[in-house]
Nanobody, 125 residues
Framework: QVQVVEFGGGLVQAGGSLALSCAASGQTSTINTMGWFRQAPGQDREFVAS????????NYSNSVKGRFTISRDNTKNTLYLQMNTLKPEDTAVYYC??????????????????WGQGTQVTVSS
C-alpha cells in the first residue's frame, strides 16, 4: 500500500506563484508514475501533469504547459508542482496521485491507484 499527502495550497493573487508538494509513504519503491490532477467546483477532475520513471517522462496539460513544472525527488519520495503565472482559472482542489504502472502519458485519472486528500489552491483576480 502507498499513501500520499499533499502540502502547500493556499491563496495567491493572479500572476503569482505557489508550490505544492506530495509526500509518499508505504511501499514507495513500487511507485512508477505520479501525477497532479485538479478539480474546480462543479467540474470534472482534470489532468495537470505527470512524471514517470525510470526515464522521468513528463507530460503537461495544455492549460498549464509553460507555467507549471512537475518534478520528483525519489530519495525523499516527494513529488512537486511549481506553479507560476497563476490565473483565476487555476483555482481548484489539487490532488496528488500515484500508481505502480509506468504510464506513457499519465493523463487518465482511472489509471492511478493512490490518491491524496487534496489541497485547495485559490487564485484571486
Amino acid at each position: 500500500q502507498v499513501q500520499v499527502v499533499e502540502f502547500g495550497g493556499g491563496l495567491v493573487q493572479a500572476g503569482g506563484s505557489l508550490a505544492l508538494s506530495c509526500a509518499a509513504s508505504g511501499q514507495t519503491s513500487t511507485i512508477n508514475t505520479m501525477g497532479w490532477f485538479r478539480q474546480a467546483p462543479g467540474q470534472d477532475r482534470e489532468f495537470v501533469a505527470s512524471i514517470n520513471r525510470p526515464r522521468d517522462r513528463i507530460n503537461y496539460s495544455n492549460s498549464v504547459k509553460g507555467r507549471f513544472t512537475i518534478s520528483r525527488d525519489n530519495t525523499k519520495n516527494t513529488l512537486y508542482l511549481q506553479m507560476n503565472t497563476l490565473k483565476p482559472e487555476d483555482t481548484a482542489v489539487y490532488y496528488c496521485a500515484a500508481t505502480t504502472r509506468v504510464l506513457h502519458m499519465g493523463s487518465n485519472s482511472e489509471d492511478y491507484d493512490y490518491w491524496g486528500q487534496g489541497t485547495q489552491v485559490t487564485v484571486s483576480s
